[in-house]
């Protein structure tokens, strides 16, 4: 990525176009990719879910269900404008909700009197001892009347119901998610992972040697510098690669989640590896519970490689915190890459309900504060630095 924007840099083009330009960079290369755009003279288009990136735009273009909705100013103003948006068309969608339960209630009224009044008409003929063809007529003209009414009042509601549809199609539908309750064992005064003279594979030599004792109370955020051994750490930790020396001890039930999801088989879909995951609870439940995820039932049922980013991503947290064995460690390398704004909420809110132990790398500091972490285990020319977040 930063070859390809010198290269943009240097082509000194009237207009640039970048698709995610700041995934896979660190803090320092991300604040200088935001300045150096702030500092382009010429025609920019930007394709981002980074927010402090989009907090530089002069305009905001956002495609949706809605269609193509253009804001004239930052990120800040978006989400602004959007929320009051929001709140407008719910109000709207409320409104409509009303009348049709006003019209309803009329309608029913009218309904009544009408019965009331021809109940009256039928009294009223068989006590005057009217003749049977004079009654005959009566009836006829009393049912002409009533499949009048009715014809009149479902064209009315017909129209109320297509109202309040149309109103609720204006609502930007933002994804509730939830987690179902996760018997996660407490191991607060139990130590999860201890690393004792630990020397870590492939990275540089400030950052080589590590000694690191956790208890399960503990979610620690690794920051630092590409290429200074953040996803090496964990990989160590999850066992996925041997140390060079030293001891790795983890005494926690630990599911690890790579960059790529690369245990999600992408030919399975997302029923199955739940099913696989989880052989003690009903499809229902199943179901239910990834139903909460705002997985349905469609989306469930494809190859989890035809899934969206963040669906996929989704779908591997539910087949991990709802494992026959609910791990009691959660590994977590750059979550955030590749999700849409509304995938990273989400994502915020699984993690957020979460009560085990977590350690995660993230170099977005937004998502980051959201997460409820105690700790930052921070890679520094001195080597490993751990404090409080």
């Not at 039928?122 to 004079?134: P, V, Y």
Request: with cysteine; aromatic share 4%; net charge neutral.
């Amino acid at each position: 990525m930063r070859a390809s924007l010198i290269g943009a840099w240097l082509s000194d083009a009237d207009f640039l176009i970048l698709d995610e330009p700041s995934n896979h960079l660190d803090r320092p290369r991300r604040q200088a990719l935001i300045d150096q755009l702030l500092h382009w003279p010429r025609g920019l288009l930007v394709v981002s879910h980074d927010w402090q990136l989009l907090q530089g735009m002069e305009r905001i273009v956002e495609l949706s269900s809605l269609g193509l909705h253009s804001y004239g100013g930052n990120y800040a103003f978006y989400a602004e404008a959007r929320a009051l948006e929001r709140q407008h068309a719910l109000q709207q969608l409320e409104q409509r909700k009303l009348e049709r339960q006003r019209q309803d209630q009329a309608m029913r009224a009218q309904r009544e009197r009408q019965s009331r009044r021809q109940a009256r008409g039928d009294r009223h003929g068989k006590e005057a001892n009217q003749a049977k063809i004079l009654l005959d007529r009566q009836k006829e003209r009393s049912e002409a009347s009533a499949g009048k009414l009715r014809q009149q009042q479902l064209a009315t509601r017909q129209l109320l119901d297509q109202q309040v549809r149309e109103a609720a199609q204006q609502v930007h539908h933002d994804a509730l998610i939830s987690l179902h309750a996760l018997p996660v064992e407490r191991v607060a005064q139990r130590r999860v992972v201890e690393l004792d003279a630990v020397e870590l594979p492939f990275v540089p030599d400030a950052t080589r040697h590590i000694d690191l004792v956790l208890n399960g109370q503990q979610r620690v955020g690794i920051v630092g510098p590409n290429g200074c051994g953040k996803s090496t750490l964990l990989k160590v930790i999850a066992g996925q690669l041997a140390p060079l020396a030293g001891t790795c001890k983890v005494v926690a039930a630990t599911v690890w989640l790579d960059q790529g999801l690369a245990h999600l088989n992408p030919e399975h879909t997302v029923l199955e590896h739940m099913q696989a995951a989880n052989r003690q609870a009903t499809d229902s439940d199943l179901r239910m519970r990834l139903a909460q995820l705002d997985l349905d039932t469609q989306k469930i049922m494809v190859p989890s490689g035809l899934l969206s980013g963040g669906e996929r991503l989704k779908a591997a947290l539910a087949c991990a915190l709802y494992a026959d064995e609910t791990p009691q460690l959660l590994l977590l390398d750059e979550p955030g890459n590749h999700l849409d704004l509304p995938s990273v909420q989400a994502l915020e809110a699984m993690l957020g309900s979460y009560r085990g132990a977590m350690i995660v790398v993230s170099h977005d500091d937004v998502f980051m504060d959201k997460l409820g972490l105690t700790d930052r285990l921070q890679a520094t020319a001195q080597g490993w630095i751990l404090d409080a977040w």
